[in-house]
């Protein structure tokens, strides 16, 4: 199965698909690409200005993965639908999270 994310020595990177101003906060699907990247579904209710939708998505992804809002980061994507997130961590414990939700 191809994964939304790649794993680093003491991170992961997250690839997500943004929907802002999506009627509620919530992770809809995992969803590849027809090059076969894969990356997350992601609503959130927040609007695209000022970063809100973004720092909604982090606050989503943070309760959903249990993990502090500090140890997620935008590296990829500020303004566009696709992005890149920094997640630091044990990335076997974050992936294994991950896996767990994106399995059918």
Known sequence: MTRPYRIFDNHLLLA???TPNGGRDCIDSMETTADGHAHLKVRVTA??????ANKALIA???KTLKV???SIELVSGDTARQKILRIAGDPEDLS???YE???P
Do not use: F, Q, T
Request: hydrophobic share 40%.
């Open 16 to 18: 997500i698909r943004l």
């Open 47 to 52: 609007v695209p200005e000022k970063g809100k």
């Open 60 to 62: 989503l992804i943070s």
């Open 68 to 70: 502090p809002r500090s």
């Open 96 to 98: 294994n999270r991950l």
């Open 101 to 103: 939700l994106i399995s």
